[in-house]
């Protein structure tokens, strides 16, 4: 996050070996953490009930993944729950939504804040915050949008990590595929940081970016897009 992000993993000038390069970038990660970690507390009781809408944007993401937690978390707290689909190029009016039915908090997942800036500014007004993910903007009072997880300090973390792995894997020779979408600002971050580090550490490595559409995605195209891709290299 925005918050507690932490660097990309670092490499050599000096190293020659890809994969020792990279296996040495792995090896940070492979120790899970035990415990909170420091800098996390436990909340000494549970909260005041609440109403918390989700706007459930319209990638498989978000009702296979994202909505399910989100029930989980607010069954586990006993807070309301709201879903609201909205389209990721234009949630607006889900969020309007969401403050009309009189919501505490109101969670949103990959559009950017420029896309619902004036309902966030509406929400503000009536002291509703809003919690994003999976963007790039960064979390300001004055925006009424307070957090930003999986943004690109998470992915300058994550992308390259799997990146190292894959150099690891092909023994330093892979010709990489990396399918994305670029309407999504976190995921063409994603694919920069990937890019990034496989063009650094592995000289012998290729790598060729795959831009597929929103709509690609949502009308099923994107299997056939890469089976093409694969077919033609």
């Known amino acids: 996050t925005t918050t507690a992000g932490t660097e990309a993993p670092a490499t050599t000038a000096a190293a020659t ?71 990721s190029v234009d949630p607006s009016a889900g969020m309007q939504q969401a403050i009309d039915d009189g919501a505490d908090y109101i969670a949103i997942t990959g559009s950017p804040y420029a896309t619902y800036k004036n309902q966030a500014l509406a929400a503000k007004a009536k002291g509703i915050p809003i919690l994003s993910c999976y963007s790039t903007d960064t979390p300001s009072v004055d925006s009424n949008m307070l957090t930003e997880c999986g943004d690109t300090n998470f992915v300058n973390t994550g992308a390259p990590v799997i990146a190292d792995w894959v150099i690891v894997d092909s023994g330093a020779k892979a010709h990489v595929l990396f399918p994305t979408i670029n309407d999504f600002t976190v995921l063409k971050a994603a694919s920069d940081a990937f890019k990034g580090e496989i063009t650094k550490v592995c000289p012998d490595c290729t790598f060729q970016e795959l831009n597929v559409t929103l709509a690609d995605l949502l009308a099923g195209k994107v299997p056939g897009a890469i089976a093409s891709q694969l077919q033609s290299h």
Request: contains cysteine; proline residues 13%.
């Open 17 to 87: 070996d890809p994969v020792s390069v990279a296996k040495a970038n792995l090896d940070k990660f492979l120790t899970p953490p035990k415990g909170i970690p420091a800098g996390f507390t436990k909340l000494p009781s549970k909260p005041g009930k609440k109403k918390f809408a989700f706007l459930k944007c319209d990638v498989p993401t978000c009702t296979d993944y994202l909505a399910p937690g989100y029930a989980a978390a607010a069954k586990a707290i006993g807070w309301d729950l709201e879903v609201i689909p909205v389209k």
